[in-house]
């Protein structure tokens, strides 16, 4: 069992950064790709990056390719996106999520934080 804590969200002007961080609990977070995801208002949840278990490998939405980052830390049982250059549309509830049970740009993942709120300002 992972339970996944999401932190850092804010309000924000166009064009800053931030970085939301993802805190698992349980021994076998090192075991699972891990996932970003995000809401925005009368929309569907979607896609926005993933990493490997060993970080060697990483996915991003063509949306947010090249402005955000996603790492990880599994000394720290955490998962990271940075995201730069944010944009209005941008706004949304950005959930963290482990353990794909199929693709990993797919929904289909076993466990999710609450998530975090994030505001982009124009």
């Known amino acids: 069992q992972v339970q996944l804590v999401e932190s850092g969200g804010g309000l924000v002007q166009a064009g800053t950064s931030l970085m939301l961080s993802c805190v698992a609990s349980?021994?076998?977070?090192?075991?699972?790709?891990m996932g970003w995801f995000r809401q925005a208002p009368g929309k569907e949840r979607e896609f926005v990056a993933a990493?490997?278990?060993?970080?060697?490998?990483?996915s991003y939405a063509d949306s947010v390719k090249g402005r955000f980052a996603i790492s990880r830390d599994n000394a720290k049982n955490t998962v990271y996106l940075q995201l730069n250059s944010l944009k209005p549309e941008d706004t949304a509830v950005y959930y963290c999520?482990?353990?794909?049970?199929?693709?990993?740009?797919?929904?289909?993942?076993?466990?999710w934080g609450q998530g975090t709120q994030v505001t982009v300002s124009s």
């Open positions: 999520a482990a353990d794909p049970s199929t693709s990993w740009v797919s929904l289909d993942y076993n466990y």
């Open positions: 349980g021994r076998t977070f090192s075991h699972y790709t």
């Open positions: 990493i490997s278990w060993r970080g060697g490998t990483t």
